[in-house]
Each structure stands twice: as structure tokens, then as C-alpha cells.
């Protein structure tokens, strides 16, 4: 089992920058478990934003944020962080960490998941 606890959300303007924490524990190592971003704005499915493999070597990012968020992840504190900058308001969801064994922007493929923190950018 894993617990996954996501912080650093808040409303924001439109081209500021914002960082997302997500905190694991449980009795699985943290560093055999992919880990992933999502968000879910209101009326719409949960979107891949963001992934990093167990090492932190590989990385993926939906178009919609490639070039504006980065993802990366210290094994050491059991924590992945998401980097956004140049937030827009379409940027605005709740955002949620993931945790999963596959290497995919699926969130089938997410067996544990954080309870999602707001992030809201105004114009």
C-alpha cells in the first residue's frame, strides 16, 4: 500500500509560477513505483500531465505543458515534485499525484493516488 499526500496549490496569476509536492509512504519502496501527474478540471476527465520513471531518468509531459512544467523526484524523501511555470488559466484543475508499477500516461495504469490539491490561475 502507498499514501500519497500532494501540497503546494493555490490561486495564482496567469504567467506565475507554482510547485506541486507529493509526499509517499507505505511499505512499498518508493523507488520501484513510477510516479505520475494528473489534473481534473470541472466537467471534464482526468489528463496525463506529467511522469517520471523510478530513477528519475526518464520524463514525459502532455503537449499542453511541454516546455512549461517539469517533474522530478527525490527517492530519498519519498517525494516528486511538479514544477509549472508560465501557469494560464487554462492551467486551473485540481491536480493529483499518482503511483503505479507501468510507465504510462493511462491513469488505469495508477493503482494509488493522492486526495489532489487546487490550483486556480486567474487572468
Known amino acids: 500500500q502507498v499514501q500519497l499526500v500532494e501540497s503546494g496549490g493555490g490561486l495564482v496569476q496567469a504567467g506565475d509560477s507554482l510547485r506541486l509536492s507529493c509526499v509517499a509512504s507505505?511499505?512499498?519502496?518508493?523507488?520501484?513505483?513510477?510516479m505520475g501527474w494528473f489534473r481534473q478540471a470541472p466537467g471534464t476527465e482526468r489528463e496525463f500531465v506529467a511522469l517520471?520513471?523510478?530513477?528519475?531518468?526518464?520524463?514525459l509531459f502532455a503537449d499542453t505543458v511541454k516546455g512549461r512544467f517539469t517533474i522530478s523526484r527525490d527517492n530519498a524523501k519519498n517525494m516528486v515534485y511538479l514544477e509549472m511555470n508560465r501557469l494560464k488559466p487554462e492551467d486551473t484543475a485540481v491536480y493529483y499525484c499518482?503511483?503505479?508499477?507501468?510507465?504510462?500516461?493511462?491513469?488505469?495504469?495508477?493503482?494509488?493516488w493522492g486526495q489532489g490539491t487546487q490550483v486556480t490561475v486567474s487572468s
Open positions: 499518482a503511483a503505479g508499477r507501468k510507465l504510462s500516461t493511462s491513469t488505469s495504469h495508477y493503482n494509488y
Open positions: 507505505g511499505r512499498t519502496y518508493f523507488g520501484a513505483l513510477n
Open positions: 517520471v520513471s523510478e530513477s528519475g531518468g526518464s520524463t
